[in-house]
T-cell receptor
């Protein structure tokens, strides 16, 4: 079966750095997405990786290793507004999105 | 104006009621999706429409009935639901199914079945 694993919950301190990991086993690979979802709101697109390596976008970076079936989302200079759930999703060989259950990130002052 | 709009935001319905969820996208996309989001579970894809044609039905019970009259509008008709159907129902759109582009989500309808 297809599976996406990410930690259920993480806690970090304002101003610090946090890394949210995602491992996947899917039938084929056509890209990996990270979304942010604040409580009661729509998921919003953060990043897309299809080739190995690091994609940087401001305070957020996303890394992919296809051979290891592994990605991480790195958040720097954490702010209170970064408290949210972070969803990892992989597009499989049929171009269907397979979703992880999300990681709830709690930021403390 | 947000790209994908869902109404209503909240809905409480009895098991014998009939109701409909509405989704509208203003992004010129050709693919629209219904997802179910339950607490601490992955997003579950329910239905996909590409150029108004249904291309995916992920073994969804018949008490959920989708309708896509045009590329901008998507409905989810609900009847004789069960309490376990209580969840957040999210609509999304993308440029086209099968394209490596991100999906844009609406804010969802929080459904409670009593």
């Amino acid at each position: 079966g297809q599976n996406i694993d990410q930690p259920t919950e993480m806690t970090a301190t304002e101003g610090a750095i946090v890394q949210i990991n995602c491992t996947y086993q899917t039938s084929g690979f056509n890209g990996l997405f990270w979304y942010q979802q604040h409580a009661g709101e729509a998921p919003t697109f953060l990043s897309y990786n299809v080739l190995d390596g690091l994609e940087e976008k401001g305070r957020f970076s996303s890394f992919l290793s296809r051979s290891k079936g592994y990605s991480y989302l790195l958040l720097k200079e954490l702010q209170m507004k970064d408290s949210a759930s972070y969803l990892c999703a992989v597009r499989d060989s049929n171009y269907q999105l397979i979703w992880g259950a999300g990681t709830k990130l709690i930021i403390k002052p | 104006e947000t790209g994908v709009t869902q109404t209503p935001r909240h809905l409480v319905m009895g098991m014998t009621n009939k109701k409909s969820l509405k989704c509208e996208q203003h992004l010129g996309h050709n693919a629209m999706y219904w997802y179910k989001q339950s607490a601490k579970k992955p997003l579950e894809l329910m239905f996909v429409y590409n150029f108004k044609e249904q291309t995916e039905n992920n073994s969804v019970p018949s008490r959920f009935s989708p309708e896509c009259p045009n590329s901008s509008h998507l409905f989810l008709h609900l009847h004789t639901l069960q309490p376990e159907d209580s969840a957040l129902y999210l609509c999304a759109s993308s440029q086209g199914e099968g394209e490596a582009t991100e999906a844009f989500f609406g804010q969802g309808t929080r459904l409670t079945v009593v």
